[in-house]
């Protein structure tokens, strides 16, 4: 069967805030094969500039829309959409939002083929079982440590074994500060949660001050801490991991939009894990090959989800079956159009742990009157002709 | 003076061909101060997604259009222009194709600085001379060997001292194949010029299929072999510049869209060149950022111009005072829209030397006559809204 069209809802909230939230929009794909196979998928973040990037003109031979390497594709098998990821690379290796976009179609195409097959995506990417993965919940630091404090105390009411915390002020102001952020948590959570920090990238490549947070981080037992620099600091990282104390600390990954990013995170910035955010990587086909080289290698696997229940099912497959990757971001602040986004969500049971639905494909339902509620429209004109319409 | 307007004129030829030839299309962009003052710019390929970047609705904190960091900011001297570079990579990190935008905005922004103080944009660098680049001329492989040494014969009468030939047939058939071109390509151009080899990423991480072709290219006295392998598969890379007689052979880094992949590439890939595209690594100011870290390292920078004058100007200026990065990528295939652009063309001279216009900002005049003839109409709609409109 040959891919028949692909349909892009550019999801938002009514009003986007000024937050580090990326739930407030969402763009999912929709894809039909000609046979009236369907499945669905997400790309995460900028929806209109992933819209451009499957209908744009062709630049060249190495910058074509994705739209001219997906349309009338044939998909049988599994390595039939590992042989799409290829070609969409090698022909639009020069248009730099194309990993972004690809990763939706991706995903797409394999709820797909385990809605045709009647197995879950795990199943078919080799995996013989689907571990369980402890949800840690995962959202802002306070605006000031006693509201750090509380959403802390909360996650631990809510029934998690584990929180991460991010962005906010951590970083912005003087060590001190940050450091009565992490005690704040670390207090709220009570000694027997797991406790994740969350840099959020803010110390760019400055391996000081990022230094000086450790010692509060292993007094206060945190799991890891996460993107103290930019994602390309490779140089930063392997430094702050040869620090005393830091080995396998340290977390990154999730500004991957290639394996080879992810794999050179681990391979020279030394990290203990890695995040890979199945929206951007390149759908699912990328991660489960960044999987495999974490396996292989000793690394913890992370997904990196902040929006749906659609890419939080889709971000597990790729690692459902790695039992030395036991964690599982969990979203607890999703704005609304990724609340509801599909008719059943998938939740932490009474042990705090997530479970892959056990149904085919990605095993989510799409919720229309979502897509309905939140959808916005978009036209793209070009010259005479308009090239994207929202229907 | 604060940023006024930043219009973006999206040119193409009438016919855009399926071959390696990144010339067909471009993006200008055109920056206007709020006291008049006005520079030019170029973004390498995709004009429709970059436009889109610019002009989509916010994500969240961390990914804003680049139109929310850009207007209103306030330039007075060259750290500002650095400064918007890191305000544009903050709040747009999760944007993947802002990289690429912003690469335009802000070579627009050195040449409208440079105009205003009546220096050109080196000197604003902190260069104290502008070195003569000898340049070599960048083509395609011929589809047979005959063709190759036609091209190269042809290089050669045209007065240049160093020809680079890639992409076409090569790597694509047999090593024998393979070698036939860069034999043919040697022949043309007889002992005394300089040869370059360009793989255009063939081989993705294959290091054995790029050994295999490593002897002859020492035989024919090639200067560098540029883009074996993708640009982030950096083990590849260090693999091969280890294998025997391969020690600063090797030259990639076009795809570099921050400083951080370049100087990974640098460090941990152990180029012997590295080479930027400044329409790609976000302008001028983050390839000077390179060019520093390459001048301390002792790696030999080049860049990566494939387009117009306008490119070629912005492309050398962060290495023009780098007397030990002697070669310059000069486009000697340019379609209608790249070659027409300027008023006047930067040429090599009778010693196959360029030199940078003796003048203020990137010295180039546009020729208005193109952009209305090549230019192409684009409106992008948001729900009700118009945001983006070609005048």
């Known amino acids: 069967m040959k891919i028949a069209e692909v349909e892009f809802h550019y999801l938002a909230d009514d009003v986007i805030r000024d937050i580090g939230d990326g739930s407030q929009d969402a763009l ?11 499945g669905w998928g997400e790309c995460e973040a900028a929806p209109l500039v992933s819209i451009a990037a499957w209908c744009c003109p062709m630049s060249h031979l ?3 829309p994705l739209k001219a390497s997906v349309l009338g594709f044939e998909i049988k098998e599994p390595k039939d959409i590992y042989a799409l990821t290829e070609k969409v690379r090698r022909n639009s290796f020069d248009l730099l939002q194309a990993d972004h976009t690809l990763s939706g179609i991706d995903m ?9 097959l009647g197995e879950p995506v795990w199943k078919l990417l080799g995996y013989k079982r689907a ?38 002020p951590f970083g912005l102001g003087s060590v001190q500060e940050d450091w009565q952020h992490v005690e704040a948590a670390r207090e709220g959570l009570g000694n027997d949660l797991a406790l994740m920090v969350d840099a959020g ?5 400055n391996v000081a001050r990022a230094t000086a947070i450790i010692p509060k981080l292993l007094e206060c037992k945190v799991v890891w801490l996460e993107e103290p ?11 702050l991991a040869r620090s005393f104390g830091c080995e396998k600390l340290l977390a990154a990954g999730e500004g991957s939009h290639n ?12 990290l203990g894990f890695i995040q890979i955010d199945t929206g951007r990587i390149g759908g699912i086909s990328s991660a489960k090959q960044v999987a495999d080289y974490a396996a292989q290698i000793g690394t913890t696997y992370v997904n990196h989800t902040f929006t749906t229940s659609l890419a939080l099912s889709a971000s597990i497959q790729p690692f459902a079956g790695l039992e030395n990757s036991p964690w599982c971001e969990f979203p607890v602040e999703s704005a609304p159009p990724a609340r509801l986004l599909t008719k059943a969500r998938i939740l932490p ?11 085919p494909g990605l095993g989510v339902d799409i919720n229309p009157e979502t897509i309905a509620r939140y959808g916005r429209k978009v036209e793209i004109r070009y010259e005479e002709n308009t090239i994207w319409s929202t229907k």
């Open 62 to 64: 190495a910058c074509k």
């Open 349 to 359: 049971d009474a042990n705090g742990e997530v479970r892959l639905p056990d149904a």
């Open 259 to 270: 394996p080879d990013m992810a794999c050179n995170l681990m391979d020279f910035g030394k």
């Open 201 to 205: 990238t803010v110390w760019g490549n």
């Open 229 to 239: 620099f930019a994602s390309g600091a490779l140089k930063a990282y392997a430094e």
């Open 28 to 38: 999912l794909v929709h894809v039909t094969m000609d046979d009236g196979s369907e």
């Open 131 to 168: 571990f369980p993965k402890t949800a840690y919940a995962s959202q802002l630091f306070g605006d000031t440590p006693q509201q750090t404090y509380e959403k802390a105390v909360r996650s631990r009411q809510e029934g998690f074994r584990a929180a991460k915390f991010g962005w906010g």
């Open 108 to 116: 797409a195409l394999w709820d797909m083929l385990g809605h045709k």
